[in-house]
């Protein structure tokens, strides 16, 4: 295994599994991965559908009588599905894509009402537009119910429609704010207040209807503030045509397609990107109308992407390469979701809208590393009488430095053995 091909693996990748064949020319390997057709899914599928039915008995049942709520163990299933799934997919680079934009945006299982919805919005908002545009993943993220209830949406009614007029109610400013904050254009473009207000005016009726078979996504237009709505300079009709059409101006706005290529170039270079590189992922993002795929074709073009070791791994991102590269047996796989609650990053529950950090410093603590220190000696005691160093070569390569095999070659144990491998800083990196 020469240096790029390891690189591509453990960097791009989520780390080679056990000794998987090796591709042959690494970058043309992670280009296949945009447009790959005919991969595994996700067993058990998650469907909005389901997930809202689930929802809507879970609430009968609270207004009627005790009963065990079903969203929360569906959620587990379907969560560990997702897991299961990183660690077999043949596309593991496509995969981190997934998790790049279902950070970005955000939806969390501490908002409970998303427990139900949240891996099918990964499934229906995000995995099928990774390769595509950006204005394309952002109106199915805009639409799906997990986001609407998560940030409020679905309550909201304009100050002067016809559900206000006859039962009142109040316009909700989260999901148009976190879509211009969070989400698109940033502060850097300069907006205001007044922008927030009259998207979130754009965006009333957008909601959910829990009742019809099937449930799902509805435009509730009595909701809808009537009128013409003014963001950023830029007039849009009423009704939901305004919001498609604000939603497309935001998704292809050139502050937005900055802000993108910045995220994307600090995930796949380093915590403080070469301004450089982010102009080229960015005249990328601009010339294609805001296609992913070319923006990542552009970061795969960069030198500074293949320069190993340059970003610490998350905790998701650390136990599924660990699990991985040692490759045990399905009845001998740690408890994932477990796992990643336990050293902090607990699997779609984001403590708030922006997202799990992308940087080194808000991983590394003294005390979320004794936490990796303790769950990689603990998994380490699970793997029997494996050999740590043939492990160490396949999973690594040259990535592997000497002092990591000179430790692992005088422990006092294969368990001590696997134990370094795992907290080295060539495993701990990527």
Known sequence: MDTNTAHALVHFGLGRRGSEPLPRDPKAWLLRQLHAQDLP??????????????????????ANKPAEPGARPLFTRQANAELVHALTTPAPFRERLVWFWTNHFTIS?????????????????????????????????????????????????????????????????????ECLELHTVTPAAGYSQTDVTALARVLTGW?????????????RARAHEPGAQTVMGRSFPPGEEGGVAALRFLGTHPATYRFLATKLTRHFTTDAPDPADIRRVEAALFNTSGNLAAAVEAIVSLDSAWRPGTKLRSPQDLV????????????????????LAAL?????????PNGWPDVAADWSSPEAMMRRIDWANGFAGRLGARDPMEIADTALGPLLRPATRDAMALAGSRRDAFTLLLT???????
Do not use: K
């Open 320 to 339: 599924i390469a660990a699990i991985r590269a040692l490759d045990p047996p399905e009845t001998n796989r740690p408890n994932i979701p477990g796992v």
């Open 207 to 219: 909601s959910i209807d829990l009742q019809r078979d099937p449930p799902g996504y509805q435009f």
């Open 109 to 177: 299982v501490r908002r409970g009402e998303c427990t139900a919805v949240a891996c099918a919005f990964i499934e229906e908002a995000i995995r099928p537009h990774v390769a595509g545009t950006f204005a394309d993943m952002l109106l199915a993220v805009m639409r799906h119910p997990a986001m609407l209830m998560y940030l409020d949406n679905a309550r909201s009614i304009g100050p002067t429609s016809q559900a206000a007029s006859v039962r009142g109610g109040g316009l909700n400013e989260n999901l148009a704010r």
């Open 344 to 352: 902090g990053q607990p699997f779609l529950t984001a403590p708030a």
């Open 41 to 62: 899914r996700i067993d058990p599928p998650a469907t909005t559908e389901f997930g809202l039915l689930t929802l809507r008995r879970d609430r009968e049942n609270r």
């Open 424 to 430: 080295s800083p060539e495993f701990q990196r990527r």
